[in-house]
């Protein structure tokens, strides 16, 4: 999996490109994020365009980072969801829990 990550502003995009199916991926994926809340970085915006599939470890991953963002006191939401990842959030009610947005444009101006 490939994690990349592009500064606007005070929020941060972080691409994501692979299947999520557990390490090293996920290892990847809590690194980035843990490095962007060690830089104060408190708005983040999940592009899951990349990622075609994702499995318990993956969902695990993204529950984590959930966390450890609001437990610091910021935001992250998610967009670019793909259909079979989408699916996956229904199946188990993470629809509800995520903020999720169809464009990385409609995540910043909801962040701004």
């Given at each position: 999996?490939?994690?990349?990550?592009?500064?606007?502003?005070?929020?941060?995009?972080?691409?994501?490109?692979?299947?999520?199916?557990?390490?090293?991926d996920?290892?990847?994926?809590?690194?980035?994020i843990?490095?962007?809340?060690?830089?104060g970085?408190?708005?983040?915006?999940?592009?899951?365009?990349?990622?075609?599939?994702?499995?318990?470890?993956?969902?695990?991953?993204?529950?984590?980072?959930?966390?450890?963002?609001?437990?610091?006191?910021?935001?992250?939401?998610?967009?670019?969801?793909?259909?079979?990842?989408?699916?996956?959030?229904?199946?188990t009610?993470?629809?509800?829990?995520?903020?999720?947005?169809?464009t990385?444009?409609?995540?910043i101006?909801?962040?701004?």
């Amino acid at each position: 999996m490939r994690v990349q990550d592009e500064l606007r502003g005070d929020i941060v995009i972080v691409k994501l490109k692979g299947d999520m199916m557990g390490e090293p991926d996920t290892a990847d994926f809590r690194d980035k994020i843990q490095e962007l809340l060690e830089k104060g970085m408190k708005k983040i915006i999940l592009d899951l365009s990349g990622v075609k599939w994702m499995n318990s470890l993956g969902l695990g991953a993204l529950i984590s980072a959930f966390t450890s963002v609001k437990n610091n006191d910021g935001t992250m939401v998610i967009t670019n969801v793909t259909k079979k990842v989408e699916s996956l959030f229904m199946i188990t009610q993470l629809i509800k829990v995520f903020k999720h947005y169809d464009t990385v444009d409609e995540a910043i101006a909801a962040l701004e």
